[in-house]
């Protein structure tokens, strides 16, 4: 069983990985129509949703329109998440664990994942 959890994903990176992509651009392109989709729905449901989806999406736009900003933090973000996991592949290193980088990257972003669901949900 751990030799099945610590190998690479060879088998499903070739269209999980491509799917990944797509998935994060369709985030960025859909992003704000939806939350436009949104305040108008909300707005059916509870009047005066609508000016707050409003004043979300200005914002929005605000931080959006400074590209470069964008992709300086999702840089920095990336950055960070790789020296974590490095870091944590050399502490398991020095354990006596022999285990590659790719598993422990693969490790680390399943632990961000479950921990950012944690986080939205109550």
Request: aromatic share 10%; net charge positive; with cysteine.
């Amino acid at each position: 069983m751990t030799a099945l959890i610590l190998m690479p994903f060879t088998g499903t990176s070739c269209w999980v990985n491509p799917l990944k992509v797509a998935i994060m651009i369709a985030f960025a392109l859909f992003q704000r129509p939806a939350l436009a989709v949104a305040g108008r729905i909300g707005e059916h449901l509870l009047p005066g949703v609508g000016a707050a989806a409003a004043e979300v999406r200005a914002r929005l736009d605000l931080v959006y329109r400074h590209r470069l900003r964008v992709i300086a933090g999702f840089l920095i973000n990336l950055v960070a998440w790789a020296v974590s996991a490095t870091g944590a592949w050399i502490a398991l290193r020095f354990m006596g664990l022999d285990i590659s980088l790719w598993a422990v990257l693969v490790i680390e972003s399943l632990i961000f994942a479950l921990r950012s669901a944690a986080f939205v949900l109550p």
